[in-house]
């Protein structure tokens, strides 16, 4: 398979030791996780030896410093792994959560025993993580959250839902936004660490939730019912630094998205180029029509301009200046393209495009998603205009 870079210019960002890492994930993905795609989908969750697996090659908190058992690199890294994973089509391994977002917020926000204590797990496998913040009445209005924690001696007592949880069918660690003063808005927003393994006493995993798409991956309702949590599990040692924190992460997740949606527009265009070389109509390969190559020039053009954007969000990302207004121009940009890009695509498969027997028409589910989580792209065209 081609690296982003194969049918352009380079990504400015990308050195030899990216693509020997795209290498070793693409053999992981395609030879250990795809083989078993039909039974992860009727099982409706991946496996967690997959994540150990993950684990034992590296493949898992990529940006996390070694000393904590984490890859030593930059979020470069994390996006080669999130590209081939799209690339290659598997949707099964919560990777962009556990590894993309989770293993940021305590790198970045952890106590130094607290980064000792879960990052090990993490990088490893043993833990699989997933953050909590929308809730079932709440959508992506974050600073309304219901969910309460209240102060019990040297506990929180965490009180209330969430759904929509991507790895809340496994997760063993859980970052949750709580409301520790809800008389405040977003002052009154924390982030708690939940250790959730074992299903302990005051918590419960609601059903997997049925969805249009990512079947094999386990996106679950989760509810607490004073739920303790140690007070020592706060994440930034004060109460009210949730919001904040949040903001400061969310531009790094929606480029996350991003980076799953070029990768998905790359590959929907080179599977459309074979498909209508090899299928006939009218006497000739569907690519000897006029109306084919149109399309596929405009979907290639699309994919190209998307991956000349997202490197430079990327690049504009490692030196520290991806503001929030241009990684929501990111998100909802690229995500409306992905969308776009794969539709036509499938067109161009004719009745074979509705069949899950060609890979088109899953990713074709799983796309619709990406408009939608990681907040809305109505909210995100909110923030750019606040930001003219």
Not at 209 to 230: C, M, Q
Not at 337 to 357: K, S
Request: charged residues 25%; glycine residues 12%; contains cysteine.
């Amino acid at each position: 398979m081609p690296t982003p870079a194969s049918d352009g210019a380079p990504s400015p960002w990308r050195e030899p030791e990216h693509d020997d890492l795209a290498d070793l994930a693409r053999t992981f993905f395609t030879k250990e996780v795809l083989p078993h795609t039909e039974r992860l989908l009727a099982q409706g969750h991946p496996d967690r030896e997959h994540y150990r697996r993950a684990g034992e090659l590296g493949l898992l908190g990529l940006s996390v410093p070694e000393e904590y058992g984490g890859g030593g690199g930059g979020f470069t890294h994390e996006a080669v792994l999130l590209h081939e994973q799209a690339y290659t089509g598997e949707s099964s391994l919560g990777l962009a959560v556990h590894s993309g977002i989770v293993t940021g917020y305590l790198a970045a926000y952890g106590s130094e025993e607290q980064k000792r204590r879960w990052l090990p797990g993490l990088c490893s496998g043993d833990l699989i993580g997933a953050i909590a913040m929308t809730e079932p009445d709440g959508g992506s209005d974050l600073q309304a959250m219901r969910t309460r924690a209240v102060r019990d001696g040297d506990d929180y007592l965490v009180t209330g839902a969430k759904t929509f949880i991507t790895n809340g069918g496994l997760a063993d660690l859980i970052i949750v936004a709580v409301k520790t003063d809800p008389e405040q808005r977003a002052a009154g927003v924390s982030l708690l660490v939940c250790e959730v393994g074992g299903d302990p006493e005051g918590f419960r995993r609601g059903r997997l939730l049925s969805k249009i798409g990512l079947h094999a991956n386990d996106t679950a309702e989760l509810f607490f019912d004073e739920f303790r949590v140690p007070a020592a599990n706060l994440l930034g040692g004060a109460e009210g630094l949730g919001f904040i924190q949040l903001m400061q992460q969310l531009p790094q997740e929606r480029l996350v998205i991003g980076v799953g949606a070029v990768a998905a527009m790359e590959r929907a265009v080179e599977l459309t180029v074979a498909y209508t070389k090899e299928r006939a109509a009218f006497g000739k390969p569907l690519m000897g029509h006029q109306n084919t190559r149109m399309v596929l020039a405009e979907c290639a053009t699309r994919t190209r301009v998307s991956r000349v954007f997202l490197d430079d969000c990327i690049v504009r990302h490692t030196r520290g200046d991806l503001d929030v207004a241009t990684a929501a121009m990111a998100k909802y940009w690229l995500t409306d393209g992905q969308c776009e890009v794969i539709d036509r695509c499938l067109q161009l498969f004719g009745g074979y495009g509705y069949t899950t027997e060609y890979p088109i028409a899953r990713m074709y589910a799983d796309a619709r998603v990406q408009k939608i989580y990681g907040g809305t792209n109505e909210i995100m065209k909110e923030l750019i205009a606040r930001a003219l």
